[in-house]
């Protein structure tokens, strides 16, 4: 027979690591949301670079779980707008704004809620399944 509180203690720490990995990238989520209209504080230098976060898989408890590797810049470029009195305009007037989308962001954030939800209930099924077993022994 499979030793069961293994198998459970596994689901959970993969479940785990997922929601650390999921609360770190709705940190960036939200830290790209609060930079969405900030310029350079300097003359036609650059604004805030949308950051991605980047994950890979790690061992965990028996398992394989995942974890955030680093954050990354995003490579895209900055839109141009044209405001000759800004003070973040560079000589033609054109001031360069971030390379983040609010919706885009909006529907990243949504994901990783669902990512979250989805695994505190494998963390809330295995605890489930593992007092089923024990209850089942018992008898």
Known sequence: MADVR?????????????LRAQQGRMRIIAENLANANSTSKTKGGD??????PVF????????????MARVQPDS?????????????????????LPNVDPLIEALDMRSAQRAYEANLNVIDTARTMEMRTLDLLKK
Request: charged residues 15%.
């Open 76 to 96: 895209a470029a900055f839109k141009l707008q044209y405001d000759p009195g800004n003070p973040a305009a560079d000589a033609t007037g054109y001031v360069k």
């Open 56 to 67: 890979e898989p790690t061992p965990v408890a028996g398992g394989t779980g995942v974890k």
């Open 6 to 18: 293994n198998t459970a203690a596994t689901a959970q720490a993969i479940a785990a690591s997922a």
């Open 47 to 52: 604004p805030y670079r949308r950051q991605e």
